[in-house]
């Protein structure tokens, strides 16, 4: 879990990578940041409603009116989930506490400047940030994950997260 622009994507790609691991692929109903980009499937909310109804979800959370979700196979079949803290929420009440949350962290304004140097608006950066301000002031408040990362250093964060990853035999 973390922040809009934390660097949580590079880091579970890397750790991801070297360990050859899965991670889930989440949906959602926003639309790319560029044309390139492949960290989710992109659909319409009709496929979101598609797997509500036939109770396939096993995580959703909403960011600027945008769904995002996980379907049950999918993170039976993965090994690390990138999600949010209201995410995390969903995935105990349909999947049980057998999940290690993880907070990446790193200041507002080197997010900031990250989101900005990948091509986002400073706009659309505040937006996100706004809107995920109080589930991660309550993750922090009520010590919502077991470990935190501060990702200063992308290469010292993949290490840190493949020792957890051995510690807790994921």
């Given amino acids: 879990m973390g922040e809009t622009s934390n ?3 590079s880091v579970t790609n890397q750790v991801v990578k070297d360990l050859n ?3 889930v692929k989440t949906y ?16 319409d909310l009709n496929a979101y409603n598609n797997d509500k109804n036939n109770e396939r ?9 945008n769904k995002y979700w996980s ?6 079949n993965s090994d690390i989930y990138i999600i949010d803290p209201k995410g995390v929420r969903s995935l105990r009440k349909t999947m049980g506490n057998d999940i290690v949350p993880i ?3 790193i200041p507002f304004e080197v997010r900031k400047n990250r989101a900005i140097d990948r091509g986002d608006n400073l706009y659309d950066f505040l937006e996100r940030s706004d809107d995920e301000l109080d589930q991660f002031i309550r993750l922090k408040s009520n010590m919502e994950y077991k470990y ?14 493949k020792s957890i990853i051995n510690a807790e035999e994921i």
């Fill in 7 to 9: 660097g949580k994507d």
């Fill in 148 to 161: 935190m990362i501060y990702n200063e250093d992308l290469d010292k964060s993949c290490k840190i997260l």
């Fill in 57 to 65: 979800i096993a995580a959703e959370t909403e960011i600027n009116g």
């Fill in 71 to 76: 379907r049950q196979e999918d993170v039976l």
């Fill in 103 to 105: 907070y990446i962290y």
């Fill in 28 to 43: 959602t109903t926003r639309k790319k940041r560029t044309p390139e980009e492949d960290t989710h499937y992109f659909v």
């Fill in 21 to 23: 691991l899965n991670v």
